[in-house]
């Protein structure tokens, strides 16, 4: 039986009992109850049965789970430490493509920055994602162009990208783990857009300053 059959009988079922308390109060209203109830019932259902058919499988299992049952590491339910010390407590990082493009865009945008500092690059990178207005993975957004320029600098120096420095490079591992696995992203306010403080682009004086973080600004559009 497939999740959507599951979940369409249990809300029949509830359906069901949730009429035949109804119907103490109106039977007496009525010349022929039992008439008025299965014609109520078959309206009721028929309706219920279409809206269910149209969702979609992800959104059944979301409200077949309820608001309470999400997993540890689920978005809203980590508590971050910005500090090595809760970074070394996690379980040891490991991934696909999109954890390692996000590793190498911490670690090459943001290594010299505080643990904070790279967390807000990680965030930037999965709100862009997320946005509709970039790629839709996070290798895409890290490598994609715009205007014939490279959206992250470090994709198009002409430098390979190995991450030499093991330190470092264990620090973005984590932080692109804990990132890629829902941690809440509570440091830029939804920044889609970031730049050292030794530069200003255009684009900055169009958008909203969300944070300042280290030596990084990050922005919104308005």
């Not at 039986?1 to 007496?28: E, F, H, I, N, P």
């Not at 965030?123 to 014939?148: H, I, M, P, T």
């Not at 620090?171 to 050292?196: C, D, K, S, W």
Request: hydrophobic share 40%; charged share 20%.
């Amino acid at each position: 039986m497939s999740l959507r059959q599951s979940w369409m009988g249990g809300v029949l079922a509830l359906t069901v009992l949730s009429q035949a308390a109804a119907a103490d109060v109106t039977v007496s209203q009525s010349s022929a109850p039992k008439a008025d109830i299965a014609g109520a019932m078959t309206s009721l259902l028929g309706t219920e049965n279409a809206t269910l058919r149209a969702l979609p499988e992800a959104k059944l299992a979301a409200i077949a789970e309820g608001p309470n049952a999400r997993k540890p590491g689920t978005n809203g339910t980590t508590v971050i430490r910005y500090d090595a010390a809760w970074l070394a407590a996690q379980p040891e990082p490991t991934g696909g493509d999109d954890w390692e493009c996000l590793s190498q865009a911490v670690y090459f945008e943001a290594r010299g920055e505080s643990i904070k500092g790279q967390f807000a690059v990680a965030e930037v990178v999965l709100n862009r994602v997320d946005s509709g207005e970039f790629a839709g993975s996070v290798c895409g957004v890290v490598k994609q162009r715009a205007g014939g320029a490279c959206q992250f600098s470090y994709v198009c120096d002409g430098r390979a990208d190995r991450m030499r420095d093991p330190v470092a490079r264990d620090v973005a591992e984590r932080i692109a783990f804990v990132m890629l696995n829902g941690a809440p992203r509570m440091l830029t306010q939804g920044a889609t857009y970031f730049h050292t403080n030794g530069v200003r682009p255009g684009w900055s004086r169009r958008f909203e300053r969300t944070a300042a973080i280290g030596d990084h600004l990050f922005y919104r559009r308005n």
